[in-house]
């Protein structure tokens, strides 16, 4: 996630030659998975992927659970995760709304409901969407259409499968879906940081509080 395929495929084949498995992750100390970590960004991710090892380990013996509601209790997986593995690994009628799939829902019934009031909804109404079967498929469809043809700008109306039946189209209105809030200004936060050298050159290191900054 906000990582490109071709960046991250290099770590993702190291990750998996080091630990090949969710036992082996599991008994993996932190740091080591910290360090083949490094340059990926996003640590908070990391610490995640080594508890939810460890609780597929303690829970459930090493095999992940194929419900979405048990799939969401693990440590770093949210709501949209925990439908898109449903989905996608174990078929699973889940479908996972990403900002993309909430764009081409909220165009394809046009919600005027504003982002994000409007989640409960478009996630209601993109559910409603998901056929009888062939769920990874539906969903990834659904994921692609938005991020290639439903487009924040200038979307590909007409090579869109869903044209006809768009609501935002037939109005003309495409581009102006999803309604959204204005968006608060951020509070200002002011801190330090501190570099300690050693007299022999050394730079000392103090490792980070788990949440915060």
């Known amino acids: 996630q906000q990582t490109t395929v071709k960046a991250v495929a290099p770590y993702y084949e190291r990750f998996l030659a080091r630990w090949p498995d969710v036992h082996a992750l599991a008994a993996a100390p932190l740091d080591e998975i910290l360090k083949v970590w490094a340059g990926l960004g996003y640590y908070a991710r990391a610490r995640n992927l080594h508890a939810c090892a460890r609780a597929v380990v303690e829970r459930y013996g090493g095999r992940f659970p194929a419900s979405q509601t048990e799939l969401g209790a693990l440590p770093g997986i949210g709501r949209y995760t925990a439908a898109a593995v449903a989905a ?35 996630q209601e109404l993109a559910s409603e969407l998901a056929p009888p079967h062939r769920h990874g498929d539906f969903a990834q469809a659904l994921m692609d259409l938005g991020a290639t043809i439903c487009t924040p700008k200038n979307p590909a109306c007409v090579l869109c499968p869903w044209m006809e039946a768009c609501m935002a189209r037939g109005r003309g209105e495409q581009e102006s879906f999803p309604r959204k809030a204005r968006k608060r200004e951020g509070r200002l936060r002011r801190g330090a940081a501190f570099v300690v050298v050693r007299a022999d050159g050394n730079v000392l290191l103090r490792t980070r509080e788990p949440k915060g900054l």
Request: hydrophobic share 55%; aromatic share 6%.
């Open 88 to 122: 996608i690994a174990f078929d699973v009628p889940a479908v996972p709304v990403d900002g993309n799939v909430e764009r081409v829902v909220a165009r394809l019934f046009a919600v005027e409901e504003e982002l994000p009031a409007a989640k409960p909804l478009i």
